[in-house]
C-alpha cells in the first residue's frame, strides 16, 4: 500500500530488458550513439515536431532548470503557481542555472488561470530596469496538487504568454498522466497549445532516470548543449539514457504506464468518495489529496498504507495518495479494504 | 579495435544483474534507501574512513565540479595541471558550480610536481583583495596523459597544499585504474597521502554512469547534499545508482575491472615497443599514448582501429589508445596483428 | 515643488567642501587611507560597536546585495517584505550577489509583522533538501510605504529571526530618517535590536553616492571585502567616498538632513489632512502616501508639482510625496498653496 | 614622489568645480538627468560614433567586468594577455559578471601578438561541448607592463579575433595615455582598430570614479543597462558621474591630464637612462618598469620615494615607476635628483 511517491516503485521489465539489449559493444560517447539518434527522432515523430531539439537528461530539475535557463536571462523573471516544483522542491535550481533569475509567483493556489497569470505578468510592470525583466512563464500539468489542466485551459495560459511575447515552458514529471487523462496527442499538450519548450518526463513515470526536453525552436539547441554540458548533466555513457526512452517509447509503454497509474487513482477516488471521504483535487490524473480524520490517517499507516500527510486539524487533514504505473488494482484494493475496516 | 574511450564499452553483466536485483518493491526516494545507506558504508569500508561523508552522482564532471563547489569560494581559485579535465573538458563546469571561482593552471604540462605546484601557488601572491585567494588543489591520477603519480609524488603533492592550508580534491575518473597499478589500498591514494575529497569514479571503469564522492571531512557533508540537489544531480530513484555501486563493490569488481584493463595496456604497451615504436606516456595504467607516421595511423583505422590523433607531423603524430575493461587480451592482439601486418 | 525622490536633490554643501578637502596630495589606494580609517573608526563609534567591521560602498543596492551575500549560501532564502527594495526595484541584484539565493516574500503587504514573519519561515518548513534553506531576514526601515518600525516592532521581527537562528540585515536607505523619528540612537535601531548587518545610508540623504555597511560581527569581514572587490565596487580612490562620509558624521549633519525631511514632511502631511485629504501612511519619516481624484493630481502636476502617481481610479489615485533635506518650509508650502488653490 | 599609482593623486580643480557647478535644483536620476544625456552625447561625437551606446560605470572594473559579461556567454572563455588586469587584479570579477565564464591566457608575458593570440584560439580548439567556447578577445593598452600597442598591432590582434567572429573588449584604463602617446583620436584607438566595445577611462587619469562603456554597436545596450542596475553599479544620483565626465570632456582635458603624466615620463625615463639603469619597458606612456641594485632601491625609498618593487635579486630587482597627471616636472625632477645623489 504504498502511496506516497511516483519515485518509489520499481521500473517495468521493458526497460530493464532495453538495458540488456543495448549493452553490448562499443558506442560512441556523449549521445553520439544510434540508439539516441533513434529516440530523439522517435520524439519528433511522437511531438509532430520535425523541427524540434530533443535532448535526454537524467532527472527533472535539470531538465526544468536547463530549459528555463535556455529561455531567460539572469536580469529576468519567470511567472509560475505558487505551488510550483521548480520553486517549492527545487532548492534554487532554477535560479542556480539561469545564474540568478527570479521566480515570480502567480498567487492562485495550486493552478494559474489566465486573469492570475495576466495580473502576475502586469504586476512586473515596466519599470525600466528597476525590476526583472519579463522572462517566461512555466506550466505544470498534472499541478502539484494533482489537477489537470484541460487543453483550453493550457491554451488560454500560453495565450498570456504570447501577449506578452514571452516564452512558455512545459515541466513535464507528469506530462503522460496528463495526457492520457486528456486523451490527447503530445503535439496537443504542448506546441499545438502554445508551449515553446516541453519537459516529457520519464522518471515519474517509470524509467530510472530519464526525462527528455523538447525544444520546438531549435534556435537555441546548440546552447542548450553547452548548458547541458556545464552542468555536469551530459552522460558519457548516454545510450543507458537512450535505451530507458527506446523502452518507453516502444509500443506506447509511456501511455500504458500512464493510464494504469490514472486508471488505479480513478478505482482510488471512487473508493474514497464511497466511503463518505472528500477528495479535494478537483480533476485528477494520478494523484489526489483527501480530507480525513487524523485518527483515521493514524489508523491506516497503522496498517501499512504509506502516504504523506498535510498540515490540518484532528477532524479534518489532508493526505496525498499517489498511484505509481506498479500499484495496480490489488495495491488500490488492498487500501480500500483497509479503509472499509476503519470506518 | 575499440581505443577511443573507456566511456564506450558494455557494462559487465554484474551490473546489470544488480540493477535486476534492486527493482522489486518500493524504496524511498532521493537516497533515503536502504541499498543507498549500504553501499555508502560500505564505501566508507573500504577507504578506511567511518567518519567519511560519501555520495553518489551520476557524472564525473558533477562529482569534480560539487566537490570544488563544496571546497572553495567564488573569490577563489584552485591550482590544476595545465591538461586537467576540469579546466579543458567541463565546458566552465567547475566556474558553474563554484559560482565563478577561478583555475589556475600549474605550467608544466600533464604531471604537476611539487615545485612546479608551489610556485604556481607562489605566484598567486598574497595581494589582498586584488587577486583571487588560494582555494584548493585538484589532483587527477591517472593522469589526462595517461600517467599515474606514485604514492610519494601524491602524498608531496598534498604537503604543498598544506603548506598553504588548502585543502586537495582527487579527481578519481580512473582512481581505480591508479589505484590497482600502485598496488596500493583506496584509502593510501586519498586521505593517506592528503587528500581531503575524493571521487571514486564507475562510469569510466564500467558502471553505466555512477561515481561516489567522499568527503573525509563531514564538516560540509549537508552543503553538499544542499548543492546536489540544486544542481539537479540528486537522483530521486536512487537505489538504481546504488546497485550499480553495489555490483561495483562486489568481491572488489572494481578492482578486478580495473586490472582487466590495466593489464590490456600493458600488452598493448609491450606490442608497440616490440613493433619500434615510441610510447610516451611514462607511467601507464589503462591509456597510452605513441608515435608513429601518420601514414600509419591511417592505415591502422582504415583497417578498423578507433582511436583518437592528436597533432603531430607525418613523420611523428602521436595517438591515443585507451583499454576499457572490456577490450581483453583478444582486442589486443586483434589491434597488435594488424600493426604487425601494416609494418 | 519636486517630491519625486529623495535621489534627485542636491548635496549639502558640506559634502563639497570635504571633497575639496580632501583633494590633496597622495592618498593610498582602495581603502588604505587615512580618512577612511578615520571615518570607519567614526562609525564605529556611533554605533556603539567597536568590534564592528565597517564598509563604505557607492550605492544601496550594492550595500544590501553584498550584505545579504555575506550572510546567506546560494541555496538559501532571504525572508523581506513583499514590497522590499530588494525584491521590487534591484533587478535581481540580491539574487545576483548570493550567486541564485531566493527571496521569500512575508505575504502583508509592506510592514512584516512578527506573526507574518513567522508564517513565512515556517512555511519555507524543513523539507530537507528540497527547498531552500532559511536564509536571513531583511528589513527595511523606513519601509517602501514610509512606515516607520518603532523599536519594539524591530526587536520582535528580530527576535522572530534569532528563533530560527537566521541573521538580520538591515536595508538603511532612510535609516537616519527613521532613527531621527524614533528619536533614538543608531545602535538602538540597529544591533541593540537584534540587526548582524545595517547599512548606513547617505545617499538618500544628501550624499553623492555613500552608504556604509556595518558588521557588528566582523568574523566575515575578509568575505566582504573580498566580495565587495569581486564586484568591482571597491573605489581606487576611495578618499572621496570617506570624504563624503566625513562631512555627513561631522556634527552629526547625518541627522540634522535627515530631521529637516522629516519635519518638512510633518508639515506636509499637516497640510493634506487640514486639506481633508487622505494621507495612507501611518507612520512617516520623510515620506508620505496619499489619496486625491485623479483630477487634482493632474491639476497639481500641471502647476509643475512633481511625484509619482501609484494605480487608482479617477475618484482615488494615490501619490508618493518624498521630502528631501533640502526641500524644506519653503517647498512644502509652495506645494500646500498650490493645492490650497485647486481645492 | 610619489609614484606608486595613478589611483592616489588628486583631481584637477575643474573635476571638483564641475560638481558644484551641478549641484543645483533636482536632477532625475538614474541617468535620466540632462547633464548624463550631454555627456554621453559628446562622447559618441568624441568617438566618431553616432550609433554607439554610451554608460558611465563608477570602477574599471566594473566596466571591464559589464562589458565583457555583455559579450560573452557562461559557457565561453575571453583570450587576454597572462598579465591582464581582469585576470590578476580583479578577484574574478570578470568570472562573476559573466555567470562563470573562463579566462584564456595568452601565454606570452604582458603584450598578445597576432600569432601567440592565434595559436591561444586555436588552442581552444572546436571539441564540440566539452570545451569553453570561444568569446572575446581583451585588449589592454596601455599594458599592464607600461607598454602602448601601435594602432597597427591593435588593428592586427582585433583582426584575429575577427578571423574566428568573436567581438573584441577593449579595456581602457589608460585610454588616454595610450591615445595621447599615438597622437590617435578615439576613434582610431577603438572602432576603427577593430574593437567592439571600448572602455574610456577617466578615474586613473585624474577623475574621482568614472568610466564610459561605449558599445559601438547598440544592439546589445538594453542588456548593459540591466546588468548595469543588476550589479548594483547604476548610481541613482548620475549627475555627479556626468559633471566629473564632463570637465573630463571640456577642452579635451582628458588629453592634457594624459599628455602631462607622458610628458612627466619621458622625463623620468630620460633620466634613469642617463643615470645607466635599464628601463624595462618598451613603449611607455605614463608608467615604466626599471632595473636597479636592490640597495639602490632601498636608498630611494628611504629618501621618500614612493613605489612598488617587484620580484628580483640584490643587483638587479624591477622598479614600478607610475606618473599621474599631477607629478609633474617638479615631481620627476625631485626623483631624479634624489636618484643622482645616490649612484
Not at 524540434?52 to 532548470?65: F, I, S
Not at 495580473?119 to 498534472?142: K, L, Y
Request: contains cysteine; proline residues 4%.
Amino acid at each position: 500500500m504504498f502511496f506516497a511517491s511516483d519515485n518509489s516503485g520499481p521500473v517495468p521489465p521493458q526497460v530493464l530488458e532495453a538495458l540488456n539489449a543495448a549493452n553490448t559493444g562499443y558506442a560512441m560517447g556523449y549521445g553520439n550513439d544510434d540508439l539516441t539518434a533513434q529516440v530523439t527522432a522517435q520524439i519528433r515523430t511522437l511531438f509532430e515536431a520535425p523541427e524540434a531539439a530533443v535532448y535526454l537528461v537524467p532527472t527533472g530539475t535539470a531538465a526544468n532548470a536547463l530549459a528555463l535557463a535556455t529561455l531567460v536571462q539572469p536580469f529576468e523573471t519567470v511567472f509560475c503557481s505558487e505551488l510550483a516544483h521548480i520553486h517549492e522542491d527545487e532548492c534554487n535550481a532554477p535560479e542556480f542555472y539561469t545564474s540568478g533569475a527570479k521566480l515570480t509567483l502567480v498567487r492562485t493556489g495550486d493552478r494559474m488561470t489566465p486573469d492570475t497569470l495576466r495580473a502576475a505578468i502586469e504586476a512586473e510592470e515596466n519599470r525600466g530596469v528597476h525590476g526583472p525583466q519579463r522572462g517566461a512563464v512555466s506550466i505544470t500539468n498534472v499541478t502539484e496538487l494533482g489537477n489537470v489542466y484541460s487543453l483550453d485551459e493550457m491554451r488560454a495560459l500560453c495565450a498570456v504568454a504570447k501577449d506578452y511575447n514571452i516564452p512558455v515552458q512545459l515541466d513535464g514529471a507528469r506530462f503522460a498522466n496528463a495526457c492520457a487523462r486528456l486523451g490527447c496527442s503530445p503535439a496537443d499538450m504542448s506546441w499545438k497549445a502554445g508551449v515553446d519548450v516541453a519537459v516529457f518526463g520519464g522518471t515519474k513515470n517509470g524509467l530510472m532516470g530519464v526525462e527528455a526536453v523538447v525544444l520546438f525552436d531549435p534556435a537555441r539547441a546548440w546552447e542548450f548543449e553547452l548548458r547541458r554540458k556545464r552542468a555536469g548533466i551530459l552522460f558519457s555513457k548516454h545510450r543507458y539514457l537512450a535505451a530507458q526512452m527506446q523502452a518507453y517509447l516502444q509500443d506506447d509503454l509511456w501511455h500504458d504506464l500512464a493510464t494504469r497509474a490514472n486508471s488505479a487513482c480513478d478505482l482510488l477516488r471512487n473508493g474514497l468518495e464511497q466511503a463518505g471521504l472528500r477528495v479535494i483535487t478537483d480533476d485528477h490524473a494520478n494523484l489526489l489529496f483527501f480530507e480525513a480524520p487524523k485518527s483515521l490517517h493514524d489508523a491506516l499507516q497503522a496498517q501499512g498504507a504509506t502516504y504523506h500527510l498535510m498540515s490540518g486539524t484532528e477532524e479534518a487533514t489532508i493526505g496525498r495518495l499517489v498511484c505509481d504505473w506498479s500499484i495496480g488494482r490489488e495495491g488500490v484494493s488492498e487500501f480500500l479494504n483497509t479503509l472499509q475496516k476503519l470506518l
